[in-house]
Protein backbone atom coordinates (compact mmCIF):
# COMPACT_ATOMS: atom_id res chain seq x y z
CA UNK A 1 0.00 0.00 0.00
CA UNK A 2 1.68 3.17 -1.44
CA UNK A 3 0.32 5.54 1.78
CA UNK A 4 1.75 9.22 2.29
CA UNK A 5 1.61 11.25 5.44
CA UNK A 6 -1.06 13.66 6.09
CA UNK A 7 -4.52 13.17 4.82
CA UNK A 8 -6.52 13.56 1.44
CA UNK A 9 -9.59 13.65 2.68
CA UNK A 10 -11.26 14.51 5.83
CA UNK A 11 -15.24 14.55 6.64
CA UNK A 12 -15.74 15.60 9.89
CA UNK A 13 -19.03 15.66 11.33
CA UNK A 14 -21.17 16.09 8.27
CA UNK A 15 -25.17 16.30 8.15
CA UNK A 16 -26.70 17.33 5.15
CA UNK A 17 -30.67 17.56 5.23
CA UNK A 18 -32.95 18.58 2.05
CA UNK A 19 -35.69 20.88 2.61
CA UNK A 20 -38.60 21.22 0.25
CA UNK A 21 -42.51 22.20 0.12
CA UNK A 22 -42.72 18.65 1.22
CA UNK A 23 -40.85 19.01 3.94
CA UNK A 24 -37.39 18.28 5.32
CA UNK A 25 -35.74 15.14 5.03
CA UNK A 26 -32.60 14.78 7.04
CA UNK A 27 -30.12 12.02 4.46
CA UNK A 28 -27.41 12.24 7.10
CA UNK A 29 -26.90 12.24 10.15
CA UNK A 30 -23.37 12.27 11.19
CA UNK A 31 -20.90 11.30 8.87
CA UNK A 32 -16.47 11.05 9.18
CA UNK A 33 -14.42 9.63 7.32
CA UNK A 34 -10.99 9.90 5.83
CA UNK A 35 -8.39 8.38 3.56
CA UNK A 36 -4.44 9.14 3.68
CA UNK A 37 -3.00 9.22 0.24
CA UNK A 38 -3.08 6.49 -1.89
CA UNK A 39 -5.71 5.21 0.22
CA UNK A 40 -9.08 3.52 -1.00
CA UNK A 41 -11.68 4.34 1.86
CA UNK A 42 -15.27 2.72 1.24
CA UNK A 43 -18.64 3.90 2.49
CA UNK A 44 -20.92 0.92 2.69
CA UNK A 45 -24.91 1.02 3.70
CA UNK A 46 -28.37 0.41 2.91
CA UNK A 47 -29.76 1.42 -0.38
CA UNK A 48 -30.93 5.05 0.22
CA UNK A 49 -28.91 5.79 3.40
CA UNK A 50 -27.67 8.65 2.08
CA UNK A 51 -24.05 8.00 0.35
CA UNK A 52 -24.64 9.18 -2.46
CA UNK A 53 -25.14 12.89 -0.33
CA UNK A 54 -21.97 12.54 1.10
CA UNK A 55 -20.14 12.22 -1.98
CA UNK A 56 -22.43 14.85 -3.70
CA UNK A 57 -21.32 17.31 -0.86
CA UNK A 58 -18.09 16.14 -0.99
CA UNK A 59 -17.47 17.06 -4.62
CA UNK A 60 -18.84 20.49 -3.64
CA UNK A 61 -22.22 19.70 -5.68
CA UNK A 62 -24.09 19.91 -2.44
CA UNK A 63 -22.92 22.18 0.68
CA UNK A 64 -23.13 20.64 4.29
CA UNK A 65 -25.85 21.58 6.83
CA UNK A 66 -23.40 20.62 9.21
CA UNK A 67 -19.68 19.82 8.87
CA UNK A 68 -16.45 20.22 7.29
CA UNK A 69 -14.82 18.75 4.27
CA UNK A 70 -10.84 19.04 3.73
CA UNK A 71 -9.10 17.90 1.08
CA UNK A 72 -5.36 17.87 0.92
CA UNK A 73 -5.66 19.19 4.49
CA UNK A 74 -7.59 22.32 3.96
CA UNK A 75 -11.07 23.20 4.03
CA UNK A 76 -11.55 24.53 0.21
CA UNK A 77 -14.33 27.22 -0.27
CA UNK A 78 -15.37 25.70 -3.44
CA UNK A 79 -14.63 22.42 -3.70
CA UNK A 80 -15.66 21.64 -7.24
CA UNK A 81 -12.65 20.69 -9.19
CA UNK A 82 -11.10 19.55 -5.92
CA UNK A 83 -12.13 16.64 -6.55
CA UNK A 84 -12.72 14.57 -10.04
CA UNK A 85 -16.27 12.45 -8.95
CA UNK A 86 -17.68 9.48 -10.97
CA UNK A 87 -21.30 9.95 -10.45
CA UNK A 88 -23.73 6.58 -9.85
CA UNK A 89 -25.26 7.28 -13.09
CA UNK A 90 -22.15 8.16 -15.01
CA UNK A 91 -22.64 8.36 -19.01
CA UNK A 92 -20.29 9.28 -21.67
CA UNK A 93 -21.65 11.26 -23.99
CA UNK A 94 -22.94 9.55 -27.07
CA UNK A 95 -22.24 12.20 -29.74
CA UNK A 96 -18.25 12.72 -28.75
CA UNK A 97 -16.14 9.72 -29.62
CA UNK A 98 -14.07 7.92 -26.59
CA UNK A 99 -10.93 10.37 -27.32
CA UNK A 100 -13.13 13.32 -26.73
CA UNK A 101 -15.04 12.15 -24.00
CA UNK A 102 -11.90 11.26 -21.89
CA UNK A 103 -10.17 14.96 -22.67
CA UNK A 104 -13.68 16.58 -22.02
CA UNK A 105 -12.22 17.61 -18.10
CA UNK A 106 -8.95 18.84 -19.17
CA UNK A 107 -10.36 20.69 -22.43
CA UNK A 108 -13.18 22.35 -19.49
CA UNK A 109 -10.23 23.01 -18.05
CA UNK A 110 -8.99 25.27 -20.41
CA UNK A 111 -6.07 22.75 -21.98
CA UNK A 112 -6.55 22.70 -25.94
CA UNK A 113 -7.89 19.72 -27.65
CA UNK A 114 -4.87 18.73 -28.76
CA UNK A 115 -2.83 18.68 -25.94
CA UNK A 116 -5.48 17.21 -24.17
CA UNK A 117 -5.25 14.29 -26.08
CA UNK A 118 -1.44 13.79 -26.18
CA UNK A 119 -1.80 13.66 -22.36
CA UNK A 120 -4.29 11.11 -22.20
CA UNK A 121 -3.02 9.04 -25.34
CA UNK A 122 -0.24 7.43 -23.38
CA UNK A 123 -3.12 6.23 -21.00
CA UNK A 124 -5.68 4.88 -23.62
CA UNK A 125 -3.86 1.74 -24.29
CA UNK A 126 -3.32 0.54 -19.94
CA UNK A 127 -7.27 1.51 -19.77
CA UNK A 128 -7.35 -1.71 -22.29
CA UNK A 129 -8.61 1.30 -25.20
CA UNK A 130 -5.60 1.91 -27.29
CA UNK A 131 -8.28 0.96 -30.54
CA UNK A 132 -10.76 2.19 -29.54
CA UNK A 133 -9.72 6.01 -28.93
CA UNK A 134 -11.87 7.30 -32.20
CA UNK A 135 -14.73 4.40 -31.32
CA UNK A 136 -17.70 5.93 -30.62
CA UNK A 137 -19.39 4.82 -27.02
CA UNK A 138 -22.18 2.71 -28.33
CA UNK A 139 -19.33 0.43 -29.91
CA UNK A 140 -17.96 -0.30 -26.61
CA UNK A 141 -18.71 -3.17 -24.41
CA UNK A 142 -19.99 -2.06 -20.75
CA UNK A 143 -16.92 -3.30 -19.30
CA UNK A 144 -14.86 -0.61 -21.65
CA UNK A 145 -17.31 2.09 -21.02
CA UNK A 146 -16.61 1.85 -17.33
CA UNK A 147 -13.23 2.12 -17.91
CA UNK A 148 -13.67 4.85 -20.37
CA UNK A 149 -15.60 6.52 -17.62
CA UNK A 150 -12.98 6.17 -15.00
CA UNK A 151 -9.87 7.09 -17.68
CA UNK A 152 -12.56 10.40 -17.93
CA UNK A 153 -12.24 10.82 -13.95
CA UNK A 154 -8.51 10.41 -13.34
CA UNK A 155 -7.27 12.16 -16.79
CA UNK A 156 -6.80 15.29 -15.06
CA UNK A 157 -5.01 13.42 -12.03
CA UNK A 158 -6.86 14.70 -9.53
CA UNK A 159 -5.57 13.68 -5.59
CA UNK A 160 -9.17 12.36 -4.82
CA UNK A 161 -11.46 10.62 -7.37
CA UNK A 162 -15.09 9.64 -6.01
CA UNK A 163 -16.18 6.80 -7.51
CA UNK A 164 -20.20 6.02 -6.58
CA UNK A 165 -21.21 2.39 -7.40
CA UNK A 166 -18.95 2.48 -9.94
CA UNK A 167 -19.50 -0.96 -10.79
CA UNK A 168 -23.14 -1.39 -9.60
CA UNK A 169 -24.73 -2.12 -13.61
CA UNK A 170 -21.62 -4.91 -14.57
CA UNK A 171 -22.03 -8.79 -14.61
CA UNK A 172 -20.36 -10.41 -11.95
CA UNK A 173 -17.10 -11.52 -14.22
CA UNK A 174 -16.94 -8.28 -16.23
CA UNK A 175 -17.21 -6.52 -12.28
CA UNK A 176 -14.35 -8.84 -10.79
CA UNK A 177 -12.02 -8.23 -13.63
CA UNK A 178 -12.97 -4.37 -13.34
CA UNK A 179 -12.03 -4.73 -9.68
CA UNK A 180 -8.91 -6.65 -10.00
CA UNK A 181 -7.88 -3.54 -12.80
CA UNK A 182 -8.89 -0.78 -10.77
CA UNK A 183 -7.00 -2.13 -8.00
CA UNK A 184 -3.64 -2.16 -9.96
CA UNK A 185 -4.47 0.94 -11.88
CA UNK A 186 -5.14 2.66 -8.97
CA UNK A 187 -1.63 1.62 -7.15
CA UNK A 188 0.09 2.47 -10.50
CA UNK A 189 -1.29 6.41 -10.79
CA UNK A 190 -1.34 6.58 -6.95
CA UNK A 191 -4.90 8.58 -7.04
CA UNK A 192 -6.81 8.38 -3.64
CA UNK A 193 -10.07 7.13 -3.74
CA UNK A 194 -13.25 6.91 -1.96
CA UNK A 195 -15.48 4.33 -3.56
CA UNK A 196 -19.33 3.99 -2.74
CA UNK A 197 -20.68 -0.05 -3.09
CA UNK A 198 -23.39 -2.07 -1.63
CA UNK A 199 -21.17 -5.11 -2.18
CA UNK A 200 -19.46 -6.55 0.26
CA UNK A 201 -16.67 -8.63 -1.41
CA UNK A 202 -15.99 -5.34 -3.68
CA UNK A 203 -15.60 -3.35 -0.67
CA UNK A 204 -13.02 -6.13 0.75
CA UNK A 205 -11.62 -6.91 -2.40
CA UNK A 206 -10.84 -2.46 -3.20
CA UNK A 207 -10.60 -0.97 0.44
CA UNK A 208 -8.01 -0.21 2.88
CA UNK A 209 -10.68 1.20 5.54
CA UNK A 210 -14.89 0.13 5.04
CA UNK A 211 -16.78 3.41 6.99
CA UNK A 212 -20.18 1.04 7.87
CA UNK A 213 -23.13 3.63 7.46
CA UNK A 214 -26.97 2.87 9.08
CA UNK A 215 -30.11 3.35 7.40
CA UNK A 216 -31.45 7.00 6.67
CA UNK A 217 -30.44 9.59 8.48
CA UNK A 218 -26.67 7.96 8.20
CA UNK A 219 -24.17 7.42 10.84
CA UNK A 220 -21.30 5.72 11.00
CA UNK A 221 -22.16 2.38 12.69
CA UNK A 222 -18.56 0.78 12.13
CA UNK A 223 -15.13 1.34 10.59
CA UNK A 224 -13.49 -1.87 9.92
CA UNK A 225 -9.64 -1.70 8.75
CA UNK A 226 -9.14 -4.27 5.63
CA UNK A 227 -5.46 -5.48 6.31
CA UNK A 228 -5.08 -7.91 3.43
CA UNK A 229 -1.77 -7.25 1.88
CA UNK A 230 -1.40 -5.77 -1.86
CA UNK A 231 -1.28 -5.98 -4.62
CA UNK A 232 -4.50 -8.33 -4.49
CA UNK A 233 -5.33 -10.86 -6.45
CA UNK A 234 -8.23 -12.43 -7.68
CA UNK A 235 -6.84 -15.74 -5.67
CA UNK A 236 -7.09 -14.16 -2.47
CA UNK A 237 -10.37 -14.25 -2.65
CA UNK A 238 -10.43 -17.98 -1.92
CA UNK A 239 -7.94 -17.07 0.88
CA UNK A 240 -9.68 -17.48 4.82
CA UNK A 241 -8.63 -14.24 6.24
CA UNK A 242 -10.62 -12.95 2.77
CA UNK A 243 -13.79 -14.69 3.68
CA UNK A 244 -13.49 -14.11 7.69
CA UNK A 245 -13.54 -9.92 6.66
CA UNK A 246 -16.60 -10.50 3.89
CA UNK A 247 -18.38 -12.56 7.08
CA UNK A 248 -17.47 -9.57 9.77
CA UNK A 249 -18.20 -6.93 7.31
CA UNK A 250 -21.81 -8.77 6.43
CA UNK A 251 -22.59 -8.83 10.11
CA UNK A 252 -21.49 -5.16 10.85
CA UNK A 253 -23.87 -4.12 7.80
CA UNK A 254 -26.70 -6.48 8.70
CA UNK A 255 -26.56 -4.68 12.35
CA UNK A 256 -26.53 -1.04 11.30
CA UNK A 257 -29.16 -1.90 9.01
CA UNK A 258 -30.86 -2.82 11.78
CA UNK A 259 -29.78 -0.44 14.34
CA UNK A 260 -31.75 2.59 13.28
CA UNK A 261 -35.31 0.63 12.65
CA UNK A 262 -35.65 1.39 16.32
CA UNK A 263 -38.03 0.00 18.29
CA UNK A 264 -39.24 -2.88 16.28
CA UNK A 265 -36.33 -4.54 16.97
CA UNK A 266 -38.69 -7.09 18.71
CA UNK A 267 -39.28 -7.98 14.90
CA UNK A 268 -35.90 -8.41 13.90
CA UNK A 269 -34.86 -11.65 12.58
CA UNK A 270 -32.13 -14.54 14.12
CA UNK A 271 -28.89 -13.81 12.43
N1 LIG B 1 -31.40 16.80 -3.81
C1 LIG B 1 -32.19 16.12 -2.97
N2 LIG B 1 -33.36 16.65 -2.53
C2 LIG B 1 -34.15 15.97 -1.67
N3 LIG B 1 -33.85 14.76 -1.17
C3 LIG B 1 -32.71 14.18 -1.56
C4 LIG B 1 -31.82 14.81 -2.48
N4 LIG B 1 -30.75 13.99 -2.67
C5 LIG B 1 -30.98 12.90 -1.92
N5 LIG B 1 -32.16 13.01 -1.24
C6 LIG B 1 -32.71 12.02 -0.30
O1 LIG B 1 -31.69 11.69 0.61
C7 LIG B 1 -31.75 10.29 0.92
C8 LIG B 1 -30.41 9.65 0.66
O2 LIG B 1 -30.21 9.57 -0.75
P1 LIG B 1 -28.85 9.05 -1.39
O3 LIG B 1 -27.71 9.83 -0.81
O4 LIG B 1 -29.01 9.09 -2.85
O5 LIG B 1 -28.78 7.53 -0.85
P2 LIG B 1 -27.84 6.32 -1.28
O6 LIG B 1 -26.83 6.84 -2.24
O7 LIG B 1 -27.24 5.81 0.00
O8 LIG B 1 -28.72 5.28 -1.89
C9 LIG B 1 -32.90 9.71 0.11
O9 LIG B 1 -34.03 9.66 0.93
C10 LIG B 1 -33.07 10.73 -1.01
O10 LIG B 1 -34.40 10.74 -1.47
MG1 LIG C 1 -26.46 6.34 -4.20
Known amino acids: MSTGTGTALEVVGLAKSFTSDQGTVQAVRRVDMSARPGELVTLIGPSGCGKSTVFNVVAGLEQPSAGEVRIGGSVVADRL ?23 LPLVLAGSSPAAARRQVEPLLRRFGLGDFARAWPWQLSGGMRHRAAFLRTVAAEPGLALLDEPFGALDGITRADLQQWLSAVRAELGTTVGLVTHDVAEAVFLSDVVVVLTARPAEVAAVLEVDLPRPREAEDRERASFGDLERRLRHLLREASWASVGPGAAERPPD
Open 81 to 103: GASAYMPQRDALLPWRRVIDNVT
